[in-house]
């Protein structure tokens, strides 16, 4: 049985020409970039290449793009550093009920230390309620911080709107495009928005490297204390490799994203298609005009997520509920409790299944199948 | 001769060495082998911590050591309906309920049961000492080989389908070998200590943790005759035969609860460990459960215990019209506790159980246990 990866939401495989890319910087340039000699600026070449491409990729300036360990790390600096560096200006942060658990704990934390937070609704569509946003908004206000693309829905956010709503407020507009990086065109100067966090597994890069976008005008605080590295924002020796392979997976989505979107659309509408077919019972959470190419949320009525997942992985589907787990049981789901309210039982019987580079139209009509059969199979229990 | 490769087992695993070790052998013995983490209960403290992963991070490294599916899956809510529920209402009535023996016939070997065979598994497999042994069409559940592990006591509600579909690999070996095998195998959880207590209760205090849930209501602590002999924090906190946390100090013979007056709220002391009043004759069960599905007609001679990690005791079992049976011992008992599970025994074939419901001294049903 050759298992079929249906979870490119959480993490993708690395594409052949990233490795590519980095293995000779594994195997060739070992200085550190911090280092005044030859080896040093080997490597310091590396780094500054890829923050170009990566800037440009969202055109930003060189000087904007910070590189973290991840997306998790971007959030946690986007959050707390914002927040502690612009204390003087108020005390208050704007954020949703929908976002990943690297901004939700962080909002949690900065609440423990004095800080107010307000969580905005989410809509049965799956999009914060923006309508709320001007009612919550204060001059105390300092960060607003909302998702680019939601991760267990795949449903896009207004971010155009959002940017626009505070372009003349102190607040600067952080939004987590983890999920959007490298499927949609994201223009930081277009979208009104001052900090961006992306991350490298997503989009087929080397797992250990993001980076946060803050535009200049941003004061942040560092969390951490160290070197001069990454103008003392995240200091450490850099990730080299790993950054090098970042830059090779952002110029593949740059030269090929047309075309992937379009074949993962494909698959989400042949997926789809298949379960039709089979006459599986079935609701799609949020609204599909509206998602990602690559992300399908699905409730199957009269099952639960933990027996879902289960037999799919032990028939070699792997797939997702997207939300966090609590000794390996899986609790429900806070992005679908925001959606429909927290005793809806789309909130424990909801997959996430996402699309992507593992996939092959062979085998989406096989998982397809394979899914419809256990969902029937549940449903009837 | 079944084909093991093809025969899913789902292993029942605690993060503790019992079930690590159950995964193990099955795994040798060429079994798909599928270990499941049941999480029954939230004890999350203020610090985020929380008992439950740290059992299911040890599942977690076991299932990777010897290259098996792991997985998790919540009956809080079962556990709660079917489980705690009763432990509580047993309280409140004044009895000492046994909620291990619930957790088995309610969740283990029902609700986790049927998620095992809802994933397609032939068999679900726990570290309990005990052994099914197959005899014509009949299982029969068989102490477990190690005196002082075996798990019978807990297990006597299994009816005949589960048993048909159970297997307790570890039933034929002593507790040393199994810690031995753990080690031998670098298991991750080898050295790790047995859990003691109720599961939910872990290592926390008992009474403060029933306060938490039941409200206590201090009163009198009398002799049988009245004669007042101090307070006591609230009746659910004791259990008949019990010596400590009375506080009657003085002269002679130590003192020992009798007994409850659940409607006057009064704790019944007497003095020395085989007080008369601690001993009894016999004992009414409810909630029977025969193993070989064939409730007795005639009166029998068998073993019984009373408590888990007793020694067992000759008795002779009476049925009744209702189901229900009358047990009378040979010997007089003590601190016999209604609540608590009697099991049945001949030799080593553990034959059913019910719940201790009435005591009899003298031909009648004493009213002072409670």
Not at chain 1, 9 to 24: D, F
Not at chain 1, 83 to 88: G, I, R, T, Y
Not at chain 1, 178 to 189: F, H, I, K, N, T
Not at chain 2, 152 to 161: D, E, H, V
């Amino acid at each position: 049985m050759n298992p079929i990866y249906l979870d490119h939401a959480a993490t993708t495989p690395i594409h052949p020409e990233v490795i590519q890319a980095m293995v000779p910087v594994f195997e060739e340039v070992y200085g550190n970039p911090s280092s005044v000699h030859h080896f040093g600026r080997k490597a310091r070449q590396i780094i500054d290449e890829a923050r170009r491409v990566i800037a440009l990729s969202i055109n930003a300036n060189d000087k904007e793009i910070t590189f973290t360990s991840g997306g998790t790390e971007a959030d946690n600096i986007a959050l707390i550093g914002t927040a502690l560096a612009n204390k003087s200006k108020g005390n208050h942060i704007i954020t949703t009920k929908m976002e990943h658990h690297a901004t939700l704990h962080a909002a949690e934390y900065l609440e423990k230390h004095g800080f107010s937070v307000s969580y905005l609704d989410v809509m049965e569509n799956g999009q914060v309620d923006i309508s709320q946003l001007v009612t919550v908004l204060t001059d105390e206000t300092i960060l607003v911080s909302i998702m680019t693309v939601n991760n267990e829905t795949g449903v896009i956010q207004p971010i155009r709107e959002i940017g626009e709503i505070l372009k003349d407020h102190q607040a600067y507009f952080h939004t987590d495009a983890v999920q959007a990086y490298g499927m949609l065109e994201l223009d930081v100067e277009a979208l009104g928005v001052d900090l961006l966090t992306a991350s490298s597994h997503k989009i087929n890069g080397p797992k250990g490297v993001g980076f946060l976008f803050i535009k200049n005008s941003v004061k942040v605080e560092s969390l951490q204390y160290g070197g001069q590295q990454e103008r003392k924002r995240r200091p450490g020796t850099e990730n080299v490799a790993g950054i090098r392979g970042f830059q090779a997976a952002v110029e593949l989505v740059a030269n090929d994203r047309e075309q992937r979107l379009t074949l993962y659309q494909e698959y989400k509408t042949f997926f789809l298609q298949i379960l039709e077919k089979e006459d599986v019972e079935f609701s799609i959470n949020g609204d599909i005009k509206n998602t990602v190419a690559s992300i399908i949320n699905i409730s199957f009525p009269g099952t639960n997520v933990e027996a879902l997942l289960t037999n799919f992985d032990l028939s070699g589907i792997a797939a997702s509920s997207g939300s966090a787990c609590t000794a390996g049981s899986v609790e429900p789901s806070h992005v679908l409790s925001a959606m429909y309210g927290s005793s809806n039982q789309t909130t424990v019987n909801s997959i996430r299944f996402s699309f992507g580079l593992a996939n092959t139209k062979e085998n989406i009509e096989e998982a397809a199948k394979k899914v419809a059969t256990i969902v029937k199979r549940l449903a009837i229990n | 001769m079944e084909d093991k490769k093809n025969t899913r087992v789902v292993v029942g695993m605690s993060g503790g060495v019992d079930s690590s070790v159950t995964a193990l052998l099955l795994k040798q013995q060429g079994y798909d082998v599928v270990g499941i983490f049941m999480k029954n209960w939230d004890d999350t403290d203020e610090n985020g911590i929380c008992t439950a992963t740290e059992d299911f991070d040890d599942v977690v490294r076991v299932c990777n050591q010897i290259d098996i599916p792991y997985y998790a899956v919540n009956f809080e809510k079962q556990y709660w309906d079917k489980v705690f529920t009763y432990f509580l209402d047993e309280y409140k009535a004044g009895r000492t309920p046994n909620p291990d023996v619930m957790c088995n016939k309610e969740i283990k070997f029902k609700a986790f049961l049927d998620h095992a065979i809802s994933l397609g598994a032939d068999y679900l497999a726990t570290g309990h000492y005990a052994q099914v042994q197959k005899t014509g069409d009949t299982y029969q559940m068989i102490r477990g080989v190690d005196d002082n592990k075996d798990q019978t006591y807990f297990l006597n509600q299994l009816s005949q389908s589960v048993l048909s579909k159970v297997m307790f690999p570890l039933g034929h070996l002593p507790k040393k070998e199994v810690r031995r095998i753990a080690a031998e195998n670098n298991l991750a959880t080898a050295h790790k200590k047995d859990s003691t207590g109720i599961c939910f209760i872990g290592e926390r205090n008992f009474k403060e943790f029933l306060s938490e849930y039941l409200p206590a209501q201090p009163g009198k602590m009398t002799t049988l005759s009245g004669v007042e002999q101090g307070k006591h924090e609230g009746l659910m906190y004791y259990t008949i035969g019990q010596r400590q946390g009375l506080g009657i100090g003085g002269a002679g013979d130590p003192w020992f609860v009798v007994g409850k007056n659940l409607k006057e709220n009064v704790l019944y002391v007497e003095q020395g460990f085989h007080n008369d009043l601690l001993y009894s004759d016999g004992l009414l069960a409810t909630e029977l459960n025969w193993i070989n599905n064939e409730p007795p007609k005639e009166k029998f001679k068998c073993t019984a215990k009373f408590r888990y990690r007793q020694k067992d005791s000759s008795v002779t079992v009476i049925p009744m019209e209702d189901g229900k049976v009358h047990v009378e011992f040979d010997e007089a008992e003590r601190a016999i506790t209604p609540g608590q599970a009697v099991v049945f025994y001949l030799d080593e074939v553990c034959l059913g159980g019910g719940t201790i419901d009435e005591i009899i001294k003298n031909e009648e049903y004493i009213d002072y246990v409670g």
